[in-house]
């Protein structure tokens, strides 16, 4: 019996070790989904169907995966608007690097160009948020378009589109099957004249700053090693939080809107700043003082600030390098200095809201956010929400070098967190996944709660329900507008989760949050936490600007004669002592 092209193509995603393909089904992608279902699923050795609700969940699903397990995600849409919601998704998991394979099935081939129902061009909508997008015209041509779609996903770190015409998936198979070309990802070693002139920039400095992101991933003692050797204060951006704050004992923080500690002043008072495997792209925080970048990726060598020493290299090998040529430094004055404030200012600002809260209604969301830190399991698997719960798990959730906090942290999309979850936990079933969901983002994609429920996901979802879209409330108080558009109707989620055979407790009082976590999380299938937190809580930068301290100051002021002085008060009280003291 002829092999249909539709399980030629699945055979190939097996090869590669895909387990499972999230998304809708749909009458242009139904060849794909039968030949997925005649692999008999991963339990046989085959490849699961995931439903989503919505194939921007699928998406995120897919990154979350690929990015815990660095193995190939797939997910699919069919054709016109089934693919079309895959974008936001797959435009999230190209900027995190994320090797994610997106299936978007089209209309017949004949009808391409005709204005057909339902037509789009997937192959010209996908091409920015992908490192590779191609539309298949032939049974011959489809398993070479597949493979090397696999090979542009992994070899480049990044998402790989395959179009392909729902007739045509329904063909007889005509061209052979590429084998597959696995390979172990190779290590850039730096040019040893660059690594030199860093190293001579170190020796020749009296202050040096680190700031590191996520390509420090792998060489956390190497970097430990060097700020030892340099008496360096060590700065982080959000997605290297988890590879450099824990076990490390010249800590400064984070800077950046998001940040917290002594960042933003020890980069900004050092002689010289080392920025390794970090694209931070605020450079409104980055001081301009004499800089070093080491990068994997050339083309991202200066493009934030002004670079005097550029290392093409990975984060690993180039320490391991430069190592040997640092001279240790004897005064540890610039970072004993940073250190202090740092503590300071944890103890201060970010710390003030986790003291003395425990009956005080509505709940400090820092609050919760740090008992949070305090129940999750050491191993813990965290999703964040795009906006201030991206603030509380910066801040509160600590690393522990085996935990995981993965966002939208560069795409910036609402609504990640609870697809992100499913994807974790679907590709980590023996780890706690939790889901720190705001109302805003939960509720634009709210049914993937059903998702949840329906394959019985332990998933743990703890929902900061404010009532309003808290970092767009700050932004327009820091740029002089009074707050408007920005409340969220109230909705009891405990109770909807409830509807869809959840676990699910609301709570109201601060004294109840521990228990309610720790009930939550012993449950076998899927839990929600509501907690109804303080809407004028928000988050206050390290370090403040005097424009932001106008604009912020001018928004009250309209607050004040638009609504009346009692909600200005009310925010006052809310954040004063959020405000960093010198």
């Known amino acids: 019996?002829?092999?249909?092209?539709?399980?030629?193509?699945?055979?190939?995603?097996?090869?590669?070790?895909?387990?499972?393909?999230?998304?809708?089904?749909?009458?242009?992608?139904?060849?794909?989904?039968?030949?997925?279902?005649?692999?008999?699923?991963?339990?046989?050795?085959?490849?699961?169907?995931?439903?989503?609700?919505?194939?921007?969940?699928?998406?995120?699903?897919a990154a979350a995966e690929a990015q815990l397990t660095g193995k190939l995600a797939v997910c699919a849409g069919s054709c016109g608007p089934g693919n079309l919601h895959l974008i936001n998704g797959l435009y999230d998991a190209n900027r995190s690097g994320a090797p994610v394979l997106a299936i978007a099935s089209h209309i017949p081939s004949k009808q391409i160009g005709?204005?057909?129902?339902?037509?789009?061009?997937?192959?010209?909508?996908?091409?920015?948020?992908?490192?590779?997008?191609?539309?298949?015209?032939?049974?011959?041509?489809?398993?070479?378009?597949?493979?090397?779609?696999?090979?542009?996903?992994?070899?480049?770190?990044?998402?790989?589109?395959?179009?392909?015409?729902?007739?045509i998936a329904g063909l007889e198979a005509a061209g052979p099957t590429p084998l597959p070309a696995t390979f172990r990802p190779a290590s850039l070693v730096p040019d040893p004249a660059s690594v030199q002139a860093l190293a001579d920039a170190i020796n020749d400095a009296g202050k040096v700053a680190i700031f590191a992101g996520a390509g420090v991933e792998g060489a956390h003692s190497e970097l430990m090693a060097l700020a030892e050797l340099a008496k360096a204060?060590?700065?982080?951006?959000?997605?290297?939080?988890?590879?450099?704050?824990?076990?490390?004992?010249?800590?400064?923080?984070?800077?950046?809107?998001?940040?917290?500690?002594?960042?933003?002043?020890?980069?900004?008072?050092?002689?010289?700043?080392?920025?390794?495997?970090?694209?931070?792209?605020?450079?409104?925080?980055?001081?301009?003082?004499?800089?070093?970048?080491?990068?994997?990726?050339?083309?991202?060598?200066?493009?934030?600030?002004?670079?005097?020493?550029?290392?093409?290299?990975?984060?690993?090998?180039?320490?391991?390098?430069?190592?040997?040529?640092?001279?240790?430094?004897?005064?540890?004055?610039?970072?004993?200095?940073?250190?202090?404030?740092?503590?300071?200012?944890?103890?201060?600002?970010?710390?003030?809201?986790?003291?003395?809260?425990?009956?005080?209604?509505?709940?400090?969301?820092?609050?919760?956010?740090?008992?949070?830190?305090?129940?999750?399991?050491?191993?813990?698997?965290?999703?964040?929400?795009?906006?201030?719960?991206?603030?509380?798990?910066?801040?509160?959730?600590?690393?522990?070098?085996?935990?995981?906090?993965?966002?939208?942290?560069?795409?910036?999309?609402?609504?990640?967190?609870?697809?992100?979850?499913?994807?974790?936990?679907?590709?980590?079933?023996?780890?706690?996944?939790?889901?720190?969901?705001?109302?805003?983002?939960?509720?634009?994609?709210?049914?993937?709660?059903?998702?949840?429920?329906?394959?019985?996901?332990?998933v743990n979802v703890v929902v900061f329900n404010n009532s309003t879209l808290g970092m767009v409330k700050l932004e327009m108080l820091v740029d002089g507008l009074p707050d408007f558009g920005v409340d969220v109707p109230d909705a009891n989620y405990a109770a909807v989760a409830q509807a869809l055979g959840f676990h699910a407790v609301r709570v109201t009082d601060p004294a109840q949050i521990e228990a309610a976590y720790r009930e939550a999380f012993a449950h076998p299938g899927p839990s929600l936490v509501e907690l109804i937190t303080d809407p004028q809580a928000l988050s206050i930068p390290p370090k403040i600007s005097g424009s932001q301290v106008i604009g912020f100051a001018t928004a009250m002021s309209k607050v004040v004669l638009n609504r009346g002085a009692g909600e200005a008060v009310s925010m006052a009280r809310s954040n004063l002592r959020n405000i960093p003291r010198r």
């Open 114 to 167: 005709s204005s057909f129902f339902q037509e789009t061009h997937p192959d010209r909508l996908f091409n920015e948020c992908s490192v590779y997008s191609e539309l298949v015209s032939t049974a011959e041509q489809a398993p070479r378009v597949m493979h090397s779609a696999i090979q542009h996903a992994l070899g480049l770190g990044g998402v790989a589109v395959v179009t392909l015409p729902g007739d």
């Open 233 to 458: 204060p060590v700065g982080h951006s959000l997605r290297g939080k988890d590879f450099v704050q824990y076990d490390n004992p010249f800590d400064i923080g984070m800077t950046g809107l998001l940040g917290y500690g002594a960042a933003a002043e020890g980069i900004e008072d050092a002689d010289l700043l080392v920025l390794l495997g970090t694209d931070f792209p605020y450079d409104q925080f980055l001081p301009d003082t004499r800089t070093a970048q080491v990068d994997r990726a050339a083309h991202r060598l200066g493009r934030r600030t002004d670079v005097d020493i550029a290392v093409h290299g990975d984060v690993l090998p180039t320490l391991r390098a430069l190592l040997p040529l640092v001279k240790p430094k004897k005064s540890r004055r610039f970072l004993d200095q940073m250190l202090k404030k740092h503590d300071r200012l944890m103890n201060k600002a970010v710390g003030a809201y986790t003291r003395k809260v425990e009956k005080k209604q509505p709940i400090h969301p820092e609050y919760a956010a740090s008992l949070l830190d305090q129940v999750a399991a050491e191993d813990a698997i965290f999703t964040a929400d795009t906006g201030m719960c991206n603030v509380w798990t910066a801040r509160y959730i600590n690393p522990l070098g085996t935990r995981r906090l993965i966002g939208s942290f560069l795409h910036g999309s609402m609504a990640n967190a609870l697809p992100h979850a499913i994807g974790a936990q679907l590709a980590n079933p023996g780890r706690q996944v939790i889901s720190v969901s705001g109302d805003g983002g939960l509720s634009m994609l709210l049914g993937e709660l059903i998702t949840a429920a329906a394959y019985k996901l332990p």
């Open 1 to 61: 019996m002829a092999k249909e092209l539709a399980n030629q193509l699945i055979e190939q995603l097996q090869a590669a070790g895909v387990q499972r393909i999230y998304g809708i089904v749909g009458d242009s992608l139904n060849p794909i989904v039968d030949a997925v279902r005649q692999t008999g699923g991963s339990a046989k050795g085959g490849i699961d169907w995931i439903h989503v609700r919505h194939e921007e969940a699928a998406a995120f699903a």
